[in-house]
């Protein structure tokens, strides 16, 4: 899994209203409704009990990303949930919050990123939320996704999620990962749930073949402009963008779904309420 840079992370706080705007050209939905679509919770619920979320900066591996624990927390509370950040890190940043009375825990180490309900035991993982959240929004920005055809690039725990979601929504999915047994355990798994997923294992033929895609792989500029034309819509979980970014602007505006960190953090919490 990509980790996150600074730069990745600090605009996000000031521009949630903003990202929020060009969210509702892009799919017709804000991202309290594509959280509570990806997530099959209603947001009223956020609302009423409103539990207290603590967000605890984690120092162990890599340590600390300038401005990651902020920005979880612009986003938590830009959803209307009671928001803290907890001043100790680590355990005493959990033991911090436990005694501020907070019953949501948000934390991330170098491995994994989660959400914890310390009162119903519910436990979501930013890879599966990011993959459902996208996906929610891929199928408001087409229309729907039954019997499309969609290419899946990643068959990581994001691509893993997001296979998932394609399938319950009708698509026709197929898997591209440079890791062959990567794309085969994919559609394993997804068989054994009663669904089907191609898998291709030639890139090119894969990319110029489809119109929809998720690009749910930490790889840059595989998407390339050949590959786009009017038809095209793209969900772009990973991190770094895998669409050459200047022509992107120019070809792909309001068709492009792609942020560090707003998609999975609110399906996050929507998942553990
Ligand atoms: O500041 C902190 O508390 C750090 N321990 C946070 C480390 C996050 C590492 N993970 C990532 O950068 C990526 C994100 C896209 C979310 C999941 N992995």
Redesign the pocket.
């Known amino acids: 899994?990509?980790?996150?840079k600074e730069n990745d992370v600090e605009p996000i706080a000031t521009t949630l209203v903003g990202y929020n705007e060009d969210l509702l050209r892009m799919t017709g939905c804000s991202l309290r409704e594509l959280a509570a679509q990806a997530s099959g919770k209603e947001i009223d619920y956020l609302v009423n009990r409103n539990p207290l979320v603590a967000v605890i900066?984690?120092?162990?591996?890599?340590?600390?990303?300038e401005g990651?624990?902020e920005s979880v927390a612009s986003i938590i509370s830009y959803l209307g949930s009671r928001t803290v950040i907890t001043k100790i890190?680590d355990a005493g940043g959990v033991a911090e919050a436990i005694q501020l009375g907070a019953e949501i825990l948000f934390?991330?180490?170098?491995d994994r990123?989660v959400a914890i309900n310390i009162r119903t035991g519910k436990v979501s993982d930013?890879?599966e939320a990011t993959g459902k959240g996208y996906v929610a929004g891929l199928e408001r920005m087409c229309q729907g996704l039954n019997g499309k055809n969609v290419l899946l690039l990643g068959a990581g725990p994001v691509g893993n999620s997001a296979a998932l979601a394609l399938v319950r929504y009708g698509a026709q999915v197929t898997v591209f990962d440079v890791n062959i047994s990567a794309s085969q355990r994919l559609k394993g798994a997804i068989e054994e749930l009663g669904y089907n997923v191609q898998v291709e294992t030639n890139l090119e033929s894969a990319l110029t073949g489809h119109q929809i895609f998720v690009d749910a792989c930490p790889a840059e500029n595989v998407i390339q402009l050949r590959h786009i034309s009017q038809a095209t819509r793209i969900a772009a979980p990973g991190?770094p963008l895998g669409v050459p970014e200047l022509e992107v602007k120019q070809l792909l505006t309001d068709r492009l779904l792609h942020d560090?960190?707003q998609i999975?953090v609110a399906t996050m919490l929507l998942e553990v309420l």
């Open positions: 899994m990509t980790r996150l900066p984690m120092t162990c591996g890599e340590g600390i990303i990651f624990v890190s934390m991330a180490d170098d990123f930013n890879g991190i560090p960190l999975g």
